[in-house]
């Protein structure tokens, strides 16, 4: 394993284990023994990143990042964790002058792409040493007359290594998807969506096709990325009207069966799972999973979809979340495990049998689980231990 200088060392939480603080100041042999403890418990949280996002796992470099924004003052910045993915410990940060939000990386050029959300950009940083290497800036940066600077949002950002390109979402109303170079690190195609809040997206590396999550009539559009064109739309059916204030449905997140080609959508608005069938592109099922239903993945090694959801709504505020783990051949819920307070983003290992999730804390005091100066969390979870 790459040696890091060590930023900051948090709290392990393990369930029917000794709390362990202050590891930095435990002898190594002593330190590595408790490492090797934490690695085979089932599962294994951290208390200990501020304003924590999506989470990526890296095996080419024997890491877990985390995304996380501490602060939202104008000019605060956000900051990469790195994370050992036994031990969950923390064994870098990097700091950035951007916020940082989403991730995605490519493991044949070791690099970590970061969503720089509010500034419609993304952040390039070397995986292998925490290199800040660059900025895309995707989104055209406007000032208004008080000098305040607003750009078009990123969202999901998704890598094909294979042919080194780049995917980022954009959920304006009228949303948009731009294709990145990796090459170059320059753009490439920007592709009106022709819906509004185009966010999730999952891509299919053997036919090279993206997928795209949105709300309004056509839920999902299918991209070429060689040509930047929208070869075909895939529909539920369900909305009708060209408002998208009326839009039934909207596709936060996606996850793709490459194998047999099916496509998962998590709908924030019915906080169900849409299955469509990509060669006829029908919805062939729908799973209910709970409120405030966000991220989502696909473990083709189990055959089972990953899904997580805040428990919170705006009729329901109080509510905590879980991860909810589903068959995938006959869509029954295999179990569903309490993540509170609200489960965030979630990310599967390579072989598939390890989950990483990021938990926040509660928004606001008027939540029962709140407390002030939580941090939130990032879940080890062993999908084989039960």
Not at 45 to 63: F, H, L, M
Not at 211 to 231: A, D, F, K, R, T
Request: some cysteine.
């Amino acid at each position: 394993m790459m040696k890091f200088k060590k930023t900051i060392v948090g709290t392990m939480v393990v369930a029917a284990m000794t709390v362990l603080a202050g590891c930095q100041s435990v002898p190594e042999a002593r330190q590595q023994s408790v490492i090797e403890q934490l690695s085979s418990v089932p599962m294994l949280r951290q208390d200990t990143i501020a304003g924590a996002y999506e989470v990526v796992v890296a095996p080419s470099v024997d890491s877990v990042f985390v995304a996380a924004v501490p602060a939202f003052e104008p000019k605060s910045g956000g900051v990469v964790h790195r994370l050992d993915p036994r031990s969950l410990q923390v064994i870098q940060s990097i700091q950035l002058p951007r916020r940082a939000f989403a991730l995605g990386f490519n493991p044949t050029m070791n690099t970590l792409f970061v969503g720089n959300t509010l500034d419609g950009s993304l952040t390039v940083i070397d995986a292998t040493n925490g290199e800040v290497k660059g900025m895309i800036q995707l989104a055209e940066r406007t000032e208004d007359e008080k000098g305040q600077v607003s750009a078009s949002h990123t969202r999901k950002v998704v890598v094909d290594s294979q042919r080194n390109q780049i995917f980022v979402t954009s959920p304006d109303s009228e949303g948009q998807v731009w294709i990145v170079d990796g090459a170059t690190n320059s753009l490439r195609h920007t592709i009106e969506t022709n819906g509004p809040w185009p966010a999730g997206a999952a891509f299919d590396r053997a036919n090279n096709r993206l997928y795209v999550g949105q709300g309004g009539l056509n839920e999902v559009v299918v991209i070429n990325p060689e040509s930047g064109e929208i070869v075909k739309t895939l529909s539920t059916g369900d909305t009708t009207s060209t408002n998208p204030k009326d839009s039934k449905h909207f596709f936060v997140n996606m996850a793709i069966d490459e194998k047999n080609q099916r496509l998962f959508a998590a709908d924030a608005n019915t906080g169900s799972v849409y299955v469509f069938d990509l060669g006829n592109g029908k919805v062939v099922q729908i799973v209910p999973v709970g409120e405030g239903l966000l991220d989502i993945a696909y473990s083709e090694q189990r055959n089972e979809i990953l899904a997580t959801n805040r428990g919170v709504s705006r009729g329901s505020p109080a509510g905590t979340g879980s991860l909810t783990v589903i068959d995938g051949t006959n869509y029954g819920v295999n179990r569903r495990i309490d993540l509170p307070v609200h489960p965030n983003s979630v990310a599967l290992s390579a072989n598939g049998q390890t989950a990483y999730v990021t938990v926040k804390v509660p928004h606001g005091k008027d939540h029962p689980a709140w407390r002030k100066d939580a941090q939130d969390s990032i879940v080890r979870i062993d999908l084989q231990g039960g």
